[in-house]
């Protein structure tokens, strides 16, 4: 589980973006200035201000109010971790403040204590990036960054934007991702307690953070892509989310509408159990077949588990969705089907909606003795889910 102070803040992408090449100027402009014996001391002030250690390998004065730097880090000054390096960067003193280009940055956590603090700097910087490296994403090609006024801007070359601005005492953002960003930099605690070994989203992120330290809200609007899901309880190679909607304030998912699709995986016992009493999903069959032998079958094997769901405080929702696999539309069966296995039909779409959203817990992390389990886990479950107390 994350820290809360570590969940309060913004999106490290959304800051961390915006913010490491305006930092790479600063420091850039204040060595040049200096005479090398007097350039450490001075950075270390300025990266206390910016909270960062910023360091580097060479500076060289080509002509008069032009630096470069070589081999510039940006660490942590709690841990001394590094959570930025440039290979180089030319900065520019003009008379509309600092001016920079880097080749190449890279950017990994932990780089989120400082991002807030350097937008609200006072820094006036802008400039252009050849690559940008970002961990768990694929690289940005030609970035333009900006940092004035509160207000930190990103474009890229793949059309890629990323706008944070500080305004009546909260700082907004907002992400337009075409290509997958690492889930870990999405502010949203929830997304982060997927068990998996790697997932992605694309599309459209806004995130709304206090400056007083209050719990962050966003949205988002696009796709999540799963990759080695490994609960419990359930196991797939790969997924997908298709949010329509997924709204969250601090740790509770407020509204999730969506479709979701996991391919070539395997359902605990418990898990089918909970989701045929629990969930109200009739097994079909074959599934039936293979659930009457508990000492074969600890395991069932799924090709797709799909469906169609509406979460929030009001009740949950599911609609199968094995009627539809890669473009292909299916009947029988399976068109009514939330799970299945080569074309047949494991269980059934629920026989009621909406369900009350505590059926989600109970059939999640079932138990025969309480309506309402009161593990650890499901009072986790329970804290996240819209409607929900965790007491």
């Not at 940008?132 to 801007?153: K, M, P």
């Not at 999903?281 to 799909?306: I, K, S």
Request: net charge negative; charged share 20%.
């Amino acid at each position: 589980m994350l820290l809360e102070k570590t969940q309060r803040r913004l999106c490290r992408l959304l800051f961390v973006l915006g913010c490491v090449l305006p930092t790479l100027a600063v420091a850039g402009f204040t060595s040049g200035r200096l005479r090398p014996s007097y350039a450490d001391e001075l950075l270390a002030v300025v990266g206390e201000r910016l909270g960062a250690s910023i360091a580097y390998e060479s500076l060289a004065t080509p002509r008069p109010g032009v630096y470069e730097l070589r081999r510039v880090t940006l660490a942590s000054v709690n841990d001394g971790r590094e959570f930025a390096t440039c290979d180089a960067v030319r900065v520019t003193l003009g008379n509309g403040g600092v001016q920079f280009a880097a080749k190449s940055v890279s950017v990994r956590q932990p780089a989120d204590a400082w991002a807030l603090q350097m937008l609200q700097s006072g820094v006036v910087a802008e400039g252009q990036i050849a690559t940008l490296s970002v961990d768990g994403c694929d690289d940005y090609q030609r970035v333009t960054a900006s940092l004035a006024r509160g207000v930190a801007e990103l474009a890229c070359a793949g059309g890629d934007t990323l706008v944070a601005k500080i305004d009546n005492g909260v700082c907004n953002a907002e992400l337009q991702a075409s290509r997958p960003v690492a889930v870990v930099w999405i502010p949203c605690r929830s997304l982060h307690a997927i068990a998996v070994q790697r997932h992605s989203f694309a599309g459209t992120l806004t995130a709304t953070t206090p400056l007083d330290g209050g719990p962050v809200s966003g949205a988002i609007d696009g796709r999540l892509e799963l990759h080695s899901i490994g609960f419990d309880c359930l196991k797939a190679e790969r997924g997908a989310v298709d949010a329509f909607e997924l709204t969250w304030h601090g740790e509770k998912i407020e509204r999730f509408a969506g479709r979701l699709d996991l391919r070539d995986g395997w359902l605990a016992r418990p898990l089918v159990e909970g989701m045929s009493r629990h969930l109200s999903m009739d097994v079909f069959q074959p599934l039936w077949d293979r659930y009457q032998d508990p000492t074969q079958h600890a395991w069932f094997e799924f090709t797709q588990l799909a469906c169609e769901v509406e979460l929030d405080r009001n009740g949950l929702i599911i609609v199968a969705g094995c009627g539809e696999i890669d473009g292909e539309t299916r009947s029988g069966a399976v068109a009514h089907a939330v799970v299945e296995h080569d074309g047949e039909a494991l269980l059934k779409q629920p026989s009621l909606r909406p369900l009350p959203v505590q059926r989600l817990v109970q059939a999640w992390r079932p138990d025969e003795v309480a309506e309402l389990p009161a593990t650890a886990g499901a009072i986790e479950m329970a804290s996240r889910l819209p409607g929900m107390s965790s007491k």
